[in-house]
C-alpha cells in the first residue's frame, strides 16, 4: 500500500504543479486586458499595446533561444508555415482584435467575444469537413451563441458599439484559422521554439502593418494623458513592463509548463479562469464592470465553451491536442 502511494505521489505532484502553472498562466493573461486599456485610454493605440507586449516578451526570448539552441533552424525548416502562420495569427492577429475592440466596449466583452472561437472551429469541420459534432457539442455551440446574443444585447437600442463586435469576432476567427490551418501541418515543433518564434514573427507582422499604414501603431511616450490605474498616475514604463514580462512572458511560459503536465484539454479548461482574472482586474485598476445581461451571457459562452472541450478527440483538429491547441500557446 505504500509502496503504491510512493509511485502515485510524482503523478499527483506533478498534476498540482501543472494547475498551479495553468492558474498563474489565466491569471497572467488576466492583467493584460485593464492594463492596455489604461496605455490606451492614455493616447496608445491598439497596436502600438501589441507591439510593446509581444516585442518586449520577443527580445527576451530570442536571448533564451540564442542560449538553450533547441533547434530552431531544424524546426523553421520542417515547420515553418506553422510557425508563421501561428505568429500572424495567433499571437498578433488574436491580440490586435482583442485590444482593438477593448476601444468600443468593455474589456471582459471583448475578451468573451474571442472566445467564440471555439465554437467557429466547431462549424467549420461540420460544414466543411462533414464531421458532424456530439449532441453535448451541439449543446454547447448554441449555449455560447446564446451567451453572446445577450452580451450582445441585440434587442435593445443600448446595444454595443459594432466596432467593437467586430473587432472581437476577428479576434475569434484568428484563433479559429489557427486551429485550422496548423491542423494540416503536422508541427512537432518544441514549446519553446514554438512561443519564441511565434513572438518574434508576431511582432514583425503587427510592425510591418504599422510601416504600411494598415494598423495604427501609436506608443504614445510620454503619453498623451496619465496612464490611470486604481485611480493613480502610475506612467507608462510600469504597464509597458507588466504588458511584455507579465502578461506576455510570464503568461506564455506558465501556459507551457501547465500543458506539459496536465494536456492541452485540461489546460485550456484552466486557462477559461482567465475571464474570471480579467474581469476582477478590470474591476479593481479600472472600475469597470460588465451589466447584468453581459454578466448573465458571459456565464452561458463559457459554459458552452466548456461543453465542446468535452467532446471527443475525433472531432477536435489534430493540433488541438498537440503542441499549439491550448489558449496557452495562442496568445
Given at each position: 500500500?505504500?509502496?503504491?502511494?510512493?509511485?502515485?505521489?510524482?503523478?499527483?505532484?506533478?498534476?498540482?504543479?501543472?494547475?498551479?502553472?495553468?492558474?498563474?498562466?489565466?491569471?497572467?493573461?488576466?492583467?493584460?486586458?485593464?492594463?492596455?486599456?489604461?496605455?490606451?485610454?492614455?493616447?496608445?493605440?491598439?497596436?502600438?499595446?501589441?507591439?510593446?507586449?509581444?516585442?518586449?516578451?520577443?527580445?527576451?526570448?530570442?536571448?533564451?533561444?540564442?542560449?538553450?539552441?533547441?533547434?530552431?533552424?531544424?524546426?523553421?525548416?520542417?515547420?515553418?508555415?506553422?510557425?508563421?502562420?501561428?505568429?500572424?495569427?495567433?499571437?498578433?492577429?488574436?491580440?490586435?482584435?482583442?485590444?482593438?475592440?477593448?476601444?468600443?466596449?468593455?474589456?471582459?466583452?471583448?475578451?468573451?467575444?474571442?472566445?467564440?472561437?471555439?465554437?467557429?472551429?466547431?462549424?467549420?469541420?461540420?460544414?466543411?469537413?462533414?464531421?458532424?459534432?456530439?449532441?453535448?457539442?451541439?449543446?454547447?455551440?448554441?449555449?455560447?451563441?446564446?451567451?453572446?446574443?445577450?452580451?450582445?444585447?441585440?434587442?435593445?437600442?443600448?446595444?454595443?458599439?459594432?466596432?467593437?463586435?467586430?473587432?472581437?469576432?476577428?479576434?475569434?476567427?484568428?484563433?479559429?484559422?489557427?486551429?485550422?490551418?496548423?491542423?494540416?501541418?503536422?508541427?512537432?515543433?518544441?514549446?519553446?521554439?514554438?512561443?519564441?518564434?511565434?513572438?518574434?514573427?508576431?511582432?514583425?507582422?503587427?510592425?510591418?502593418?504599422?510601416?504600411?499604414?494598415?494598423?495604427?501603431?501609436?506608443?504614445?511616450?510620454?503619453?498623451?494623458?496619465?496612464?490611470?490605474?486604481?485611480?493613480?498616475?502610475?506612467?507608462?514604463?510600469?504597464?509597458?513592463?507588466?504588458?511584455?514580462?507579465?502578461?506576455?512572458?510570464?503568461?506564455?511560459?506558465a501556459g507551457v509548463g501547465a500543458v506539459s503536465r496536465i494536456g492541452a484539454t485540461r489546460g485550456s479548461l484552466v486557462a477559461l479562469l482567465e475571464v474570471v482574472a480579467s474581469a476582477l482586474m478590470t474591476w479593481l485598476l479600472l472600475g469597470e464592470l460588465p451589466g447584468p445581461w453581459q454578466l448573465a451571457g458571459g456565464a452561458l459562452i463559457l459554459a458552452g465553451v466548456v461543453l465542446t472541450?468535452?467532446?471527443?478527440?475525433?472531432?477536435?483538429?489534430?493540433?488541438?491536442?498537440?503542441?499549439?491547441?491550448?489558449?496557452?500557446?495562442?496568445?
Amino acid at each position: 500500500m505504500s509502496s503504491l502511494r510512493r509511485v502515485g505521489s510524482p503523478g499527483r505532484s506533478r498534476t498540482t504543479t501543472g494547475l498551479a502553472l495553468g492558474v498563474v498562466s489565466a491569471a497572467s493573461f488576466g492583467v493584460a486586458g485593464p492594463v492596455a486599456k489604461a496605455l490606451i485610454d492614455a493616447g496608445w493605440s491598439a497596436g502600438g499595446a501589441v507591439l510593446v507586449r509581444i516585442g518586449g516578451a520577443a527580445v527576451v526570448l530570442l536571448v533564451v533561444l540564442a542560449v538553450a539552441r533547441p533547434g530552431v533552424l531544424a524546426a523553421l525548416r520542417a515547420d515553418g508555415p506553422a510557425l508563421l502562420l501561428y505568429g500572424a495569427l495567433a499571437v498578433a492577429g488574436v491580440q490586435v482584435g482583442y485590444f482593438s475592440a477593448m476601444q468600443y466596449v468593455p474589456v471582459a466583452v471583448a475578451l468573451l467575444l474571442e472566445y467564440l472561437g471555439p465554437v467557429l472551429v466547431i462549424v467549420w469541420v461540420w460544414l466543411v469537413r462533414r464531421r458532424p459534432p456530439s449532441r453535448m457539442t451541439v449543446v454547447g455551440a448554441a449555449l455560447a451563441v446564446a451567451g453572446l446574443l445577450m452580451v450582445l444585447q441585440v434587442w435593445s437600442a443600448g446595444a454595443l458599439d459594432w466596432r467593437g463586435v467586430a473587432w472581437g469576432l476577428f479576434g475569434a476567427v484568428c484563433w479559429a484559422s489557427y486551429f485550422l490551418v496548423v491542423d494540416r501541418a503536422g508541427a512537432r515543433t518544441p514549446p519553446l521554439v514554438l512561443v519564441g518564434v511565434g513572438m518574434v514573427i508576431g511582432t514583425l507582422v503587427v510592425a510591418l502593418c504599422g510601416l504600411v499604414g494598415l494598423l495604427p501603431v501609436v506608443v504614445a511616450v510620454p503619453p498623451d494623458a496619465p496612464v490611470v490605474l486604481a485611480g493613480a498616475d502610475v506612467g507608462w514604463v510600469l504597464p509597458a513592463a507588466v504588458l511584455a514580462l507579465v502578461c506576455a512572458l510570464l503568461a506564455y511560459g506558465a501556459g507551457v509548463g501547465a500543458v506539459s503536465r496536465i494536456g492541452a484539454t485540461r489546460g485550456s479548461l484552466v486557462a477559461l479562469l482567465e475571464v474570471v482574472a480579467s474581469a476582477l482586474m478590470t474591476w479593481l485598476l479600472l472600475g469597470e464592470l460588465p451589466g447584468p445581461w453581459q454578466l448573465a451571457g458571459g456565464a452561458l459562452i463559457l459554459a458552452g465553451v466548456v461543453l465542446t472541450r468535452a467532446r471527443p478527440a475525433a472531432e477536435l483538429p489534430a493540433v488541438a491536442d498537440g503542441h499549439g491547441g491550448s489558449r496557452e500557446n495562442r496568445r
